[in-house]
C-alpha cells in the first residue's frame, strides 16, 4: 500500500496532496542543511577562553549567528509539518471508511504520511549526533541576554525575538524534536476531534506498522526491494507510526491489548545490521511514553 512510488492522487485527494507535497519539496533541503551543520564549537571556546578579546567575541557571534538562522528555518519547518501530518490524519481517518479502506482508496496521501515519517526519522537520526545544536544555541542565548544587558541593539533579534528563541530551545532540548512534535500533533488532532472515534487514529496507525512489518519479514517482498533505501525507509515508517500510536493510545503500543505486535516489529529491526538500526531503537526508547509502563 505505502510504497507504491507512482500512486498518483485521485480528484477527491488532490486537494490535500498538493498542500503536503509543497512542504514534502522542502524536506531534502532541509535534511542537506542539518547534514552539513558543522558548528561554532571552536570559536566559541576561544571566546570563552579569553573574554577580554573583542575579535574572537566577535569571531563567535558571526559564526553562531548564520546558524541560529538555520536552525530557525528548521523550527519554521517542524510547524509546516505538523500542519501537514494534522491534513492527512484527517483524510485518513473520516467515516465512513475503515483505515484499511482509506490507505487502499487514498494511496496518494497515505505514501505522503509515510514520507513524513521517513523524513522525520531521518531529521532525528541526523540531530541526535549533533551535540554542537544546544551548545551554539547556548551560547547565542547567554551572548544575547548579556547584549541586552548592556543595551546593545543586535539586528538578529529582527529574526529570532525572544519569544521564537524560547520556542526554539524547547525544540531543540528534545533528543528527537520531530519526532516529538508529530506526536504531540497527533495527540493534538484526537482531542481536538472528539467526535471522531480514536480506533479510527489507532487503526490507522497500527494499520501501517503491520503493513510495513509484513512487508520487511517476507522475502517474496524485500527481494523486490530496489535498494537499501527501500528497506530503511519501511523501517522507519514502522517505526514512527509505533511511536505516534503509544502517544495517542491510553494504554501505548507495548501493551497486551496493542493492535500492534510490537515483538515481532523489534525482531524484524533487530534482523538488520546494527548499524541501520541504532536511531530507530533509539527513538524508541527516548520518544515512546509506555515504554517502560
Partial sequence: IL????????????????????????????????????GAGQEIRDAIQNPNDMLLQERAWNSVCPLVIRLKKFYAFSLKLEEALKSL???LTCPPYTPTQHLEREQA?????????????????????IPAIQNDFSYYRRTISRNRLNNMNLDIENEVNNEMANRMSLFYAEA??????????????????KTLPLENTTD?????????????ETPEYTSRFNSEDTLLFCMRVMVGVIILYDHVHP???????????????????????ADNVEGLLNALNFTTKHLND
Fill in 3 to 38: 510504497f507504491v512510488s507512482d500512486a498518483q492522487p485521485t480528484d477527491c485527494e488532490r486537494e490535500v496532496w498538493n498542500q503536503v507535497n509543497a512542504v514534502l519539496q522542502e524536506s531534502e533541503s532541509i535534511l542537506s542543511g542539518l547534514q552539513a551543520y558543522k
Fill in 89 to 91: 490524519l484527517e483524510s
Fill in 109 to 129: 496521501l497515505a505514501k505522503q504520511f509515510a514520507e513524513i515519517l521517513h523524513f522525520t526519522l531521518r531529521f532525528d537520526e541526523l540531530k541526535m549526533r
Fill in 176 to 193: 528527537t524534536p520531530m519526532l516529538k512534535t508529530l506526536s504531540t500533533a497527533t495527540t493534538n488532532f484526537v482531542t481536538e476531534n
Fill in 204 to 216: 490507522c496507525l497500527s494499520t501501517m506498522a503491520s503493513v510495513c512489518k509484513v512487508m520487511l
Fill in 251 to 273: 494504554n501505548g503500543a507495548f501493551n497486551k491489548s496493542s493492535k500492534i505486535d510490537m515483538k515481532g516489529c523489534i525482531k524484524v529491526l533487530k534482523d538488520q545490521p
